[in-house]
Each structure stands twice: as C-alpha cells, then as structure tokens.
C-alpha cells in the first residue's frame, strides 16, 4: 500500500503516508513536523511520538518530537546580528537571553500536492514567511518555504526548497533536531558518523572558535556505543558523504544522509545520559553562525540572493536484520 491518507491528532489534520515497511505521519498546520515514523515490520516508533495528552508541552517545545524543522538551527548571542546591512533581532528564549532553534515553530503550512504512485508517495506543503507578522519582525526578508516528504518503501526522503522572495541577500540556515529512539537500551546501539573535531562551547553554548580533538567520541569513526554516553556536542563533519548510521546489535540500522554541500556539521544530543532517545541533528550552519568573522566559510551560512532558490535534502533509510 503506497497511498497517503488524512487523519488527526487533537484536533488537528495530519497526513499519513503509507508503504508495507513504514508509516509516516506529518502535521502541517502544527509546523509541518513529522510526528511519527512507525516501523510496520518490527512495530516499533523509529522517532519519539507525542502522545495526545502531550499537547500543551509539544506546543511550548515543538522541537522535543519526531523530525522538527529548525530555522535556523542551534543559539545565537543575544538573538542580535548584521547582514548585508540589514539588522536582525530573533527572540531571546534561552535561560541567559540568547535565541534557539530558529524562527520556525508552530506555523501553519498549506498542502499544495499529494502524490501517488508505484514506487511510493509523496506530500509537498509551502508556507510563506511573511504571512507570520512575528517571523518578518525577526527575519525581514521574505522567504517561500517548501517541504516535500516522500515515502519509499523504508525511505523517507526531506526536500526543503528555499526561495528568496525579497529585494535584499538573506542568510539562511537550516537543521533537524531528529529524536531516533533507541527503547531504553542504548547498550545495544552504536553509532558511526563520520566527523573530526568537537566545536568548544562557553558557558551559554555558543562557539568559542576552537575546534577540539575527538577524544573519547573517536570511536564515532567505527561506531560509538550508546552506553553511559551523555551527549550535548557540537561536531564538524569530515569530508565526503555525510550520513550517520545507528546500529543495533541485531543488525537493525537507520541510516541518516544529507546533502555533503551544505550539512557540515552534526550536533548529538541525549537529554542526559542516553536512555529512550539520540538526537542526530544536522545542520547547514554553525550556531551563531552570524556572529562569527567568516559567517560563509567558517559558519556554513548560506547566502541567499534575491529571487535564488536551492534544495537541502536529507534521508531516512531503514534497514531491517
């Protein structure tokens, strides 16, 4: 069955895409989160799923399920900077007054396509930025936004088409916060993911410049076990094709891809010692990208010129044992 069908969760419409292997359930209207990746073959949720009772906490913290969006991703000091002679002024929603996880939240995005066909299914949403009065006052150029999730068989395929509908360069940046839930057994999982070096942070988590060695996370290069690991870590990605793959020891894997031109760095983060969940975040800029003296080069930022569009893609495989 490779259809797409409509649903709910509290009230609001979801669209369900449906292979024999997975089903994906996506919420437009709640910021257009993935919000479930169920495994038909193993009956298991692939990402951590908000429970309906969870309403009220998913919508303060959207970005604690499934596959959030961030844009931009990762904290900017004093949610303050220039470019390209215009000033910008995000939120400051973090404990000592910086910005976190982007302007994206809770928007309402429109489906404009459902397809259907042998190989799989697809649902495309758009939303426009400057129909949200608080993003253009943090984010004055306007952008077009849209996503395309594709289901085939077990991969879940992410294209976000960015579109520069202003006068003036804009500075993008994008992430996923992706919660892949590992049962409480971390001791069974490891993870490979090919990076060289940890971004030091200050105390409020920002860059400090300096890249460190790997240290104990070397053996991200043959695969890292998930054991009394306690991750909050910001990582550059080596050269070559960025993808994580997280493995348990029955031979069950997920593998995470991204597009290499633009995902340069991976963020891995387990809410404490890894018990229920991993996050595997990648994402297109440096937090505070902005901020630093070489913002393209040494941050990821991506110029955005007037009337440009470009594509970011990222993909879910799953392989069974």
């Known amino acids: 069955m490779k259809q797409v069908t409509k649903e709910h969760w509290n009230g ?36 951590r799923r908000p429970g309906e009772e969870e309403l009220a906490f998913y919508l303060q913290k959207p970005y604690h399920f499934g596959l959030p969006i961030l844009i931009p991703p990762g904290r900017i ?12 002024q995000f939120d400051r929603n973090t404990a000592n007054d910086n910005h976190i996880h982007g ?7 429109r489906c404009s396509d459902i397809e259907e066909d042998e190989e799989g299914c697809s649902v495309t949403t758009e939303l426009l930025t400057e129909s949200d009065p608080h993003w253009i006052e943090q984010f ?28 003036k360069a804009a500075p993008f940046g994008l992430g996923y916060h992706t919660w892949f839930m590992v049962d409480g057994e971390p001791e069974r999982w490891r993870l490979k993911l090919p990076v060289n070096g940890v971004y030091e942070q200050d105390a409020e988590q920002l860059p400090t410049g300096m890249i460190s060695s790997l240290g104990e996370l070397e053996h991200l290069s043959s695969g890292l076990s ?23 020891d029955d031979g069950y894997q997920i593998r995470y891809t991204a597009d290499e031109q633009y995902f340069k760095y991976w963020v891995l983060y387990t809410k404490g010692e ?33 009337q440009q569009a470009i594509s970011l893609k990222t993909q879910i495989h799953i392989h069974q044992p």
């Not at 229920?276 to 913002?295: F, G, K, M, R, V």
């Open 77 to 88: 000091r004093k949610g303050q900077f220039e470019f390209d002679g215009v000033s910008y």
């Open 140 to 167: 004055p150029i306007p952008l077009r936004l849209e996503m395309t999730y594709r289901l085939q068989g077990s991969i879940l395929s992410q294209t976000l088409q960015v579109t520069n509908l202003g006068e």
């Open 12 to 47: 609001y419409d979801t669209y369900v895409l449906h292979s024999p292997e997975l089903e994906v359930t996506m919420i437009p209207r709640l910021g257009n989160n993935i919000i479930s990746v169920r495994d038909l073959k193993l009956n298991r949720d692939v990402v």
């Open 274 to 306: 890894c018990d229920q969940y991993l996050c595997i975040e990648p994402y297109t800029w440096l937090s505070d990208a902005p901020n630093l003296s070489d913002p393209v080069g040494e941050g990821g930022l991506i110029r955005l010129e007037p």
């Open 226 to 248: 998930l054991k009394g690991t306690n991750l909050d870590t910001l990582l550059r990605a080596s050269e070559g094709p960025a993808e994580a793959r997280l493995t348990r």
């Open 103 to 109: 302007l994206h939240r809770n928007q309402s995005w």
